[in-house]
């Protein structure tokens, strides 16, 4: 009885919806008697229901805002420079000029030739700074060719004129001055270190100074086992043969007659460059003869030809050599190279196999 009143209750409700259907117009399909609907089948649950709106994908954790990586402002740092010159820069320098042979080759040596964005006309080491732009010609810049490379950093030398360094300080360009006026191995180093700190190569610059000092050691060990003191005359200009230039006491290229194990014959001179006369040469009478003037035609046969110079024992006993400039005029990196240079002309016999 229970079974049939629902059944019923069913069939009144079906009624119901079919002539509501009726009064909208709608056409009212066929009832089905309870029993003809066949058995739907379960749907399996999902996590998503069928209205709901389809997932979104994860965006990745990079295009969150809290993602983005902060600028870290350039630290400012300040240097003295040789010229004692307080020097700041807005950070380790990515673009530099290197307007002096030495310098170039200090920053190669350091590892940043790939930071040079132009050097002087005579900066030729290493190799690959041949290519780079020339916006000098040693003394006077082309500043508008300096500020087009828009350089952080200018390197001078110590002989630069300082209305050059004045003008790159109007230019607000920061420029500093590398290099003693009269070099020694020690100011070197210093130059090497102070390279260093203003490019972020101080490790390197250690490294560097470590092997210079390594090097000088072994050189003083070897020349100490030296029994004489060959007279040397170094000619550093001879554009006039009677009268040639040469370094006397105070300069770089003493010292490095000294260490070689040599006798300077101007070391008593009064000033650091002098001019000798021929006859005070002669008189001197040098054992060996060094010729950093060779690289401008200056041959080792032709100083005998020279009035008088035939008696000289140097000339005498084939003892008048060239020697690679670079090596000992430019304060940097290889000056231990020129000192063994010259330590080989002096004292041969302690280096031969």
């Known amino acids: 009885m229970q079974t049939q009143f629902k059944k019923f209750h069913i069939l009144v409700g079906i009624l119901v919806v079919l002539l509501a259907l009726a009064a909208c117009g709608a056409p009212v399909p066929t009832p089905v008697p309870p029993t003809a609907i066949p058995p739907q089948p379960t749907l399996a ?21 809290t993602a983005v990586p902060t600028q870290t402002p350039p630290v400012e740092f300040t240097l003295t420079d040789a010229a004692g010159r307080s020097v700041t820069l807005k950070g380790i320098p990515t673009r530099i000029v290197s307007l002096a042979p030495s310098n170039t080759e200090i920053v190669c040596a350091l590892g940043a030739c790939d930071k040079l964005v132009g050097v ?50 109007e230019l607000k360009i920061p420029t500093l001055m590398i290099g003693a006026v009269n070099s020694s191995f020690e100011s070197v180093k210093q130059d090497i270190q102070l390279v260093g700190k203003a490019i972020g190569a101080e490790l390197q610059a250690a490294q560097v100074t470590a092997d210079m000092d390594k090097k000088l050691a072994e050189l003083e060990t070897k020349l100490a086992a030296a029994k004489t003191k060959p007279r040397v005359f170094w000619e550093l200009d ?23 194990g040599g006798e300077n014959i101007a070391g008593n001179a009064a000033s650091p460059y002098i001019q000798m006369n021929a006859e005070e040469i ?27 110079w035939d008696v000289i024992d140097a000339v005498k006993k084939n003892k008048v050599f060239p020697i690679d400039d670079n090596l000992v005029s430019r304060p940097g990196p290889r000056v231990v190279e020129g000192l063994e240079a010259a330590a080989k002309l002096i004292h041969p016999e302690l280096f031969t196999p």
């Open 282 to 308: 002669i008189k001197a009478n040098p054992e060996v003869i060094i010729l950093s003037d060779a690289a401008y035609g200056v041959a080792p046969e032709s100083v005998g030809k020279r009035p008088g």
């Open 45 to 65: 649950p999902t996590a998503v229901p069928p209205t709901a709106i389809p997932a979104q994908p994860t965006l990745a954790p990079t295009l969150a805002p």
């Open 238 to 260: 001879a554009t006039d043969p009677a009268k040639p230039f040469t370094p006397g006491p105070g300069t770089f290229v003493h010292e490095i007659i000294v260490l070689a």
């Open 120 to 169: 002087d006309q005579f900066s030729d080491f290493p190799a690959l700074v041949k290519t780079l732009p020339k916006l000098s010609d040693g003394f006077n810049p082309n500043y508008e060719q300096v500020i087009a490379a828009k350089p952080d950093l200018v390197l001078v030398a110590s002989i630069s004129s300082p209305d050059v360094v004045k003008k790159f300080d």
